[in-house]
């Protein structure tokens, strides 16, 4: 399937709540689309979502960032909703989505930002943090193990497998979409609201993420990060972080083991970790406000 930008090149509505403005961003040598809020000369913030969401998993992020003076860009990743969706599976290998990162810092012309990263996004965050230290001021990661963590646990903790086992199916070609497509999107709604806290999604916020999974592509480029890892699975460098790093988790995730928060702290030269009793693997939407708060700790 060749790369694919039909029918994403509008920008996305913003709700009229969340500061910024939607817009398409060069960098690595693939077009994004973002939202950006906050001044033009503020300290960069790079806020990276993880599946099945977008941007508009951190709209009650964004506000609280940009009243602390932060320039604020919350990318689409790679593949996702309108941004840019290469056609190979080898396109979303980790190494590549830790190089958007850092193509985006360049194409704000910045030399270092801070990264905040929720499931995947925080997955790339760690990734980045590792090989490319000396380009993030600070890392946050949410409900997102490092990846040694997530290689050992999962090759020596068969409960772990278990909860992982949607992933399995995502490694099948062309059928999860195309079930996941015939049931109007009932598998990605379906696993958010059980997986979540209750009324953490509303029936308007299911809306917007049916319209995003349903771009042409788009589905099939998020199932890609899933495929891409399990044919591609490259080792780090090394183990240990040296970018100040906060880890933040919600304690009833549902999908990820609440002991690899610790194990992942315990890989940081200067980490931190922030629970949340009454949260899920969403807990920047169950907790926005508190999630918040610390991220602004961390970051300043």
Known sequence: MPTTLRAAREPDDVPADVPGESTFVEANGRTFH????????????????????????????????????????????????????????????????????????????RDTAAVVGHDWGGVVGWWTAIHAAERLSSFVAINAPHPTVIRRTLSGDPAQLLRSGYALFFQVPKLPEAVVRAANWRLPTTMMRESSMPGTFSTADFDRYREAWGREGAFTAMLNWYRASGRHRPVPETDEVTVPTRVIWGVHDQFLKRRMAYDSVDYCTDGRLTTFQEATHWVQHEQPIKVADVVVDELS
């Open 34 to 109: 973002a939202v950006e809020a906050g001044p033009a000369n503020g300290e960069l913030v790079l806020l990276l979502h993880g599946f099945p969401e977008f941007w508009y998993g951190w709209r009650d992020q964004i506000r609280p960032l940009v009243d602390e003076g932060y320039r604020v860009v919350v990318p689409d990743q790679r593949g996702y909703n309108r941004s840019e969706r290469p056609g190979r599976v080898a396109d979303y290998r980790i190494e590549e989505l830790a190089a958007d990162v850092t193509g985006l810092i360049d194409a704000y012309d």
